[in-house]
Each structure stands twice: as structure tokens, then as C-alpha cells.
């Protein structure tokens, strides 16, 4: 069972980070890179994002040799020998992972020697991966080969892990517990405080993180961090609405130490985002940027997702994010999740 990590709202203010900019570089292919050890920073790499997969292609091949020396690591089947790849198709097909960017990841994988059996793709929702055209009725839960999981596969959640939330469980889900355990009071209370969690994430599997930013008034953005965390949980409707415990429980979640320490990297895909009307797909405030960004740290990436839908905002005369009202990095900052304030970006053309 993970134990619930306990937020103190009171620890310290957090500093806006209007007033520490970060430091954005100018990459190209001779660059030497900075050695995060060395200067305790969190580095995001910006690439190209298109139309096509040899767009993402040609930054994904340049970007990711830079990430492994700065962060002295090797993406191989030596140092990561299963690799589990989180999907965002909730909302798909108007917000959704990019398959080119998929195949460009997948391909890059392929030439550092891993095979299709080393490689699992998942997401909570069935429904989201048909829409998104990774899986089908007719080539069943496959796509190109590659294994893809989501909440209705039987090995999916794994009972012994799970984050235990005093919040109320939304009527859906105590309907569903009554059905469940209708004899069984005192289980039926227990299970509703129960957010069960991906087996992926606590077995072998190490894990990069596919996500698409979009607003959201309860989370501030809903991007990489809630992807991998309320984006894969069952009863993940219980916090959505929730300003405090919607943050805290991405906050939480994240800090599990099998999931944090597991983390190969994370991208958020500005190609096609979202500025306004959060938690459901509305066209009238879709955005597109050919640039996606790639960090270790998730919450660097929302921390970007922020500043670039907030620019937007102001832009269509929509009321600005205020940085001190999103508890997100706050609670991860608290939780030494890093501080994003620090986050400074590496800009490949």
C-alpha cells in the first residue's frame, strides 16, 4: 500500500517566476551541454514539431543524445530493460498524443536495440485509445506491433497499490462500490478512499511520458504531471473539480518513489493545445506551435505548458493564471519534486 504523503500548505512562499526568467540556449548539432550535477538546474530540449514523422524525427534524434550526457545516463535495454510509454487520448481525437511523434520515439528506441516485446503502450481508456487510432476491432490491442494496455486488461491496476484520499467519492463510483460489495459496508468505505494505480509503473517497467498541455482552472495546467498520475488512476473523477486536492493528489502520486525514480523522460506536445474551457475538448480554444518540449521532470514541462498558455490567454483577452493561485508546483516543490522556477530550456532548430 503507498502511504499517503502528507502536504504542509504552510511550508514556505512560492516565489513568482516572473522574477527568476529562465535562461533559454540556442542548440545546434557541435553544441557541448552543461552538466545538470554542476549547476542544479532543471533542463527542458525544444524541438521541431510537424505534420510529419521525419519532423519530430529529426529533433528527437538530436535532442535525446544531448539529454542522456546531461543527464549521464544511456537509453538502452542494459540501463532500462522494459519501457512502459503513457499515452493521453482522454480527449482524442481533439486532444491527443501525436502518432508521429509516437513512431519517431518508438523508431529512435528501435535503434538503441530494443524490440517490440521490451516496449508496453498504455492509457487509462479503451475508448480514448480507438479514437486515437492506436488500438482497433480489427487489429485488437496492438499497434505496429507493440503491446497497448489500458484499465479494462485484468493485469492493469495491481491491488496492493493504490493512493488512499480521504475525499468523497463521487456518486458514480460509490454507486458502483454499492454494487460491488452490497453486503459489504466496511470494505465498500474502504474502496472508495482506494485510487488504484498502473501495475506498469511499480513492476519493471520504466517510464516515458507522452502528453498534450492544456488549461485547467482546478490544476492551473493540465499536462504532463497529471498524465502520468489522475491521467492513470480508475476513480480519477474524485479530484477533477477539487482546486486543492486535485494538485495535491498529482503532487502526491508523482513522489511515489517507485513511480518518481522510475521516470525516464516526459514530453508535452505544443502542436495542437488547449488555452481555455479545461477538462473537455473545445475547438473554439485550440492552439498550435510547432515546438514540443522534453524534460526528466514533468512539472518543468507544465511549469513551460503555464507561461505559454498564459501568454495565449492574454493574447484572446482571457482572464490571466495568476502563478501564486496554482498549487502545482508549490505542492511539488514541497515534496522535492524540483523547483521549476529553474527550469531553463535548450531550443533545437
Do not use: C
Request: charged share 25%; glycine share 4%.
Amino acid at each position: 500500500m503507498v502511504a499517503l504523503i502528507v502536504i504542509s500548505l504552510f511550508t514556505f512562499l512560492f516565489l513568482q517566476a516572473e522574477e527568476s526568467p529562465s535562461i533559454y540556449q540556442r542548440m545546434d548539432r557541435n553544441n557541448s551541454t552543461d552538466k545538470i550535477a554542476e549547476v542544479n538546474k532543471d533542463w527542458a530540449y525544444s524541438g521541431v514539431a510537424g505534420e510529419t514523422k521525419s519532423e519530430y524525427a529529426s529533433s528527437i534524434s538530436r535532442i535525446l543524445p544531448v539529454f542522456e550526457a546531461d543527464h549521464a545516463l544511456q537509453i538502452s535495454p542494459n540501463s532500462f530493460p522494459l519501457i512502459a510509454i503513457k499515452l493521453d487520448t482522454y480527449l482524442a481525437p481533439g486532444i491527443q498524443t501525436s502518432r508521429n511523434l509516437l513512431d519517431s520515439i518508438l523508431d529512435w528506441l528501435n535503434t538503441r536495440g530494443y524490440e517490440k516485446k521490451d516496449i508496453v503502450l498504455f492509457d487509462r481508456e479503451k475508448d480514448g485509445l480507438k479514437e486515437a487510432g492506436f488500438i482497433s476491432e480489427e487489429l485488437g490491442t496492438l499497434y505496429n506491433g507493440y503491446r497497448v494496455l489500458h484499465s479494462l486488461d485484468e493485469d492493469y491496476f495491481m491491488d496492493g497499490w493504490f493512493h488512499d484520499s480521504p475525499l468523497p467519492p463521487t456518486s458514480f463510483d460509490r454507486a458502483k462500490y454499492i454494487l460491488k460489495f452490497p453486503a459489504e459496508p466496511k470494505r465498500r468505505q474502504l474502496e472508495e478512499r482506494k485510487s488504484y494505480l498502473p501495475a506498469l509503473l511499480f513492476k519493471d517497467a520504466f517510464w516515458i511520458n507522452l502528453a498534450v498541455p492544456m488549461d485547467d482552472v482546478f490544476l492551473g495546467v493540465d499536462g504532463a504531471a497529471a498524465n502520468i498520475s489522475l491521467g492513470s488512476v480508475n476513480n480519477y473523477g474524485r479530484f477533477l473539480q477539487k482546486k486543492t486536492m486535485a494538485p495535491a493528489t498529482v503532487a502526491e502520486i508523482m513522489a511515489i518513489p517507485e513511480i518518481w525514480e522510475k521516470r525516464i523522460f516526459s514530453i508535452l506536445d505544443f502542436s495542437n493545445y488547449q488555452v481555455a474551457n479545461g477538462q473537455r475538448f473545445d475547438s473554439k480554444y485550440t492552439e498550435k506551435q510547432n515546438r514540443f518540449y522534453l524534460s526528466r521532470n514533468p512539472f518543468s514541462l507544465d511549469f513551460i505548458a503555464w507561461k505559454t498558455i498564459n501568454s495565449m490567454r492574454e493574447k484572446r483577452k482571457l482572464s490571466r493564471r495568476e502563478l501564486n493561485n496554482s498549487l502545482l508546483f508549490r505542492y511539488a516543490q514541497e515534496l522535492g519534486l524540483g523547483v521549476v522556477r529553474n527550469t531553463q530550456v535548450k531550443y533545437f532548430e
